[in-house]
C-alpha cells in the first residue's frame, strides 16, 4: 500500500501576482510549487500552513479561507493538498537554500508557463481564474 501524507499550500497573491517557489531536493526538484507541507499529528491545516512558511520562508502568514483540495497520485505515495488563500504578515518570503532555489511572483500571463510539479498544476490553473476576475 502506497503511504499517503496530507499537505497544505498557501495561496499568496499580491498586485495580482502570485508566490510561487521551486523545489531543490527530491525527485520534484526543480519543479515550481506553492508552498506548503505536511501536516503533523494535532495540528490543524491552518497551523501546519503557518508553521511550514515560516520554516521555509522565513515568513509569517494569516490564512485567509480554504481554496480547494486536490488528491494527486505520485508513482510512490499520494498526497490530499489542502490549499488556502493567505496573506503575508511579516517577512518577504525568503527561501531557505536548503528546501527552495528560487522563488517568483508571477503574473498571470506567465502562470501557465511554469513547470509545476503535478499536484499542483490543477492549483495553478484554478488560480489563474482568482487572478484573472
Not at 124 to 130: P, Q, R, S, T
Request: hydrophobic share 40%.
Amino acid at each position: 500500500m502506497k503511504k499517503h501524507l496530507e499537505v497544505v499550500a498557501a495561496i499568496i497573491v499580491k498586485d495580482g501576482k502570485v508566490f510561487c517557489a521551486q523545489r531543490r531536493y527530491g525527485f520534484l526538484n526543480g519543479k515550481w510549487e506553492f508552498p506548503g507541507g505536511k501536516v503533523e499529528q494535532g495540528e490543524t491545516d491552518e497551523e501546519a500552513l503557518v508553521r511550514e512558511i515560516k520554516e521555509e520562508l522565513i515568513s509569517d502568514i494569516k490564512v485567509e479561507k480554504y481554496f480547494d483540495t486536490i488528491n494527486y497520485e505520485y508513482e510512490n505515495f499520494s498526497i490530499t493538498m489542502r490549499c488556502f488563500i493567505c496573506s503575508l504578515i511579516k517577512g518577504n518570503l525568503d527561501v531557505n537554500p536548503e528546501v527552495h532555489m528560487s522563488k517568483a511572483w508571477v503574473d498571470k500571463d506567465n502562470l501557465l508557463k511554469e513547470d509545476w510539479a503535478p499536484a499542483d498544476r490543477p492549483i495553478a490553473k484554478e488560480v489563474l481564474k482568482l487572478v484573472s476576475e
